[in-house]
């Protein structure tokens, strides 16, 4: 249990179709963070929430990318018209357990064929 | 220059063995520094948090040095169970986003 569920944890999608994620802390945290990894590379920042408010997105979250986090709790990340380049590994993350440290879910393993 | 830079990998190195990893970072404001475990098709764990004054927790010590912005773990004695990737990450303060490294990843060897 990593204080963090993600869905699904895997998902396969043909180019062009849109998907979306869910992530859901398991306690009330006002942070939640998005990352992308790929393979051979560390994650990288897509996009953070304080509370309802989306406070940062990365130049990597294209047009084609929205984030949500609509009542402060689980947040979705959505990606229209997949492209095979948007196959990554997607990792949700709030605070904790050390002070500014951060605590991952499993990750959504996205594969676009 | 990448914001946080490490080691390339991978390393092989025989069980016993002590293997150190350093890390490099960009931005001098940096207040957080951590060091994350990896392993293969599963989500980056804290291994540990890295302070001025260095830190050990068991069989690994971390190290910082600021002046040099440098960042540095230790794994002594070193297990089969200790392959993985780690990843040297760092928090510019406690209101921003933590910044990744590449990772570097190490097979110890029976």
């Known amino acids: 249990d990593t204080g963090v569920s993600q869905d699904p944890r895997h998902k396969i999608t043909k180019r062009g179709q849109n998907v979306t994620f869910r992530c859901d802390p398991i306690s009330e945290h006002n942070r939640l963070y998005w990352y992308r990894q790929t393979l051979g590379q560390g994650p990288e920042f897509l996009t953070y929430?304080?509370?309802?408010?989306?406070?940062?997105k990365s130049r990597l979250l294209s047009d084609r990318f929205s984030a949500e986090r609509p009542k402060g709790s689980f947040s979705t990340l959505e990606i229209q018209r997949t492209e095979q380049g948007d196959s990554a590994m997607y990792l949700c993350a709030i605070p904790g357990p050390t002070p500014y440290g951060y605590t991952f879910g499993s990750g959504t393993r996205l594969t676009v064929v | 220059r990448k914001e946080v830079e490490q080691d390339p990998g991978p390393f092989n190195v025989p069980e016993g063995a002590t293997v150190a990893f350093n890390c490099t970072y960009s931005?001098?404001?940096?207040?957080?520094f951590f060091w994350y475990r990896q392993d293969c098709r599963k989500e980056p764990k804290l291994l540990m948090s890295?302070?001025?004054s260095g830190n050990e927790d068991g069989r690994f010590t971390a190290q910082l040095n600021r002046a040099s912005q440098y960042i540095s773990l230790l794994i002594r004695d070193s297990k089969l169970s200790d392959s993985a990737t780690y990843l040297c990450?760092?928090?510019?303060?406690?209101?921003?986003?933590?910044?990744f490294g590449k990772g570097t990843r190490l097979h110890i060897l029976p």
């Open positions: 990450v760092v928090n510019l303060d406690r209101d921003d986003k933590i910044i």
């Open positions: 931005n001098s404001a940096s207040q957080s």
């Open positions: 929430f304080q509370n309802e408010a989306q406070l940062e």
């Open positions: 890295v302070y001025s």
